[in-house]
């Protein structure tokens, strides 16, 4: 397997933009999750899917931000309009099981100007 | 509410050095542990977890970790590190289905 896919690796955008991040999960994993990673903050949780239904969006930062999992092989995250205070490196992660280990993805790297 | 406490968060170690890193957690239920690295540039990976079993539990690159449940800790240790073992250390606790990261220990070891 390839392992947890996602695209772009890198994204640079102006202040007020739309950017959607994409993710392909493992095959066969049931859970899906979206970090954020900046130095200040450390490692967040934004959001997670367990069968393609959110289950925890609380670490959403608000309504700029939403995530979709139409299917079992694909997610995203959007972010619309973007500030420069979303610049970050973006995580997905899956899972077999809600408690079990997760697989991350290699991340993007945004890029707010 | 659940939490995770690293309390080391940077730490410099000169190689053949010992290592612990700390982590508590506050939770009362049964919990699933880990302890996640991240080298410089690349993205988390997984060290070790303890589900339940033996305390000790043994992982890659000679990393290891103890459970004891009285203290609501889970330290990652290893006996002799290397300069490639310089990265982000990260523990994670998951009960009642909440997956909680703490905020990491970064690891700088000096060849």
């Known amino acids: 397997d390839a392992g947890v896919i996602q695209s772009p690796r890198h994204e640079v955008t102006e202040m007020g933009q739309e950017v959607t991040l994409r993710c392909k999960p493992i095959?066969?994993?049931?859970?899906l999750f979206w970090y954020r990673q900046t130095m200040m903050r450390g490692l967040e949780l934004l959001i997670y899917?367990?069968?393609?239904?959110?289950?925890?969006d609380s670490g959403m930062p608000e309504d700029r931000f939403s995530a979709k999992m139409p299917n079992a092989s694909f997610s995203t995250l959007k972010i619309q309009p973007s500030e420069p205070r979303d610049s970050a490196v973006y995580f997905c992660a899956s899972s077999a099981s809600e408690d079990n280990e997760q697989y991350f993805g290699p991340g993007t790297r945004l890029t707010v100007t | 509410a659940q939490s995770v406490s690293q309390h080391n968060h940077h730490v410099i170690l000169s190689e053949a050095a010992s290592l612990e890193l700390g982590c508590n957690y506050s939770y009362g239920g049964t919990v699933n542990l880990f302890w996640y690295v991240q080298y410089p540039g690349q993205h988390l990976q997984l060290l070790l977890k303890?589900?339940?079993?033996?305390?000790l539990v043994k992982g890659i690159k000679g990393f290891e970790a103890e459970f004891i449940k009285s203290k609501f800790s889970f330290n990652l240790r290893k006996p002799s590190v290397q300069w490639s073992d310089t990265a982000e250390y990260f523990c994670?606790?998951?009960?009642?289905?909440?997956?909680?990261f703490g905020t990491g220990t970064r690891l700088k070891v000096l060849a």
């Open positions: 994670a606790v998951i009960g009642t289905y909440k997956y909680i």
């Open positions: 303890y589900f339940s079993g033996d305390p």
């Open positions: 095959s066969g994993h049931n859970s």
């Open positions: 899917f367990n069968n393609n239904v959110p289950i925890d």
